[in-house]
């Protein structure tokens, strides 16, 4: 599959959140865990179950940096 994304990070499905309209996904990375709240109806779409590998793929159009 291509796409115009370019940051994608492979990881592993560690928690699925089920609500009535949205979920929560969180994915173990080789950065850390990333959340992605999609779409329940994407959940089940994707057959997206805990121990899955995905791509976390991210969109982002302003990354702020903080100083502890």
């Known amino acids: 599959m291509e796409t115009s994304l ?5 990881g592993k499905v560690v928690e699925i959140v089920k609500g009535g309209a949205v979920s929560e996904i969180e994915v173990e990375t080789s950065a850390g865990i990333i959340a992605s ?7 089940e779409r994707l057959g997206l179950k805990v121990g899955d590998e995905v791509f976390a793929v991210i969109k982002a159009s302003e990354v ?3 100083k502890p």
């Open 64 to 66: 702020g940096i903080e």
């Open 6 to 10: 370019r940051n994608h990070l492979k």
């Open 37 to 43: 709240v999609i779409t329940t109806r994407s959940v």
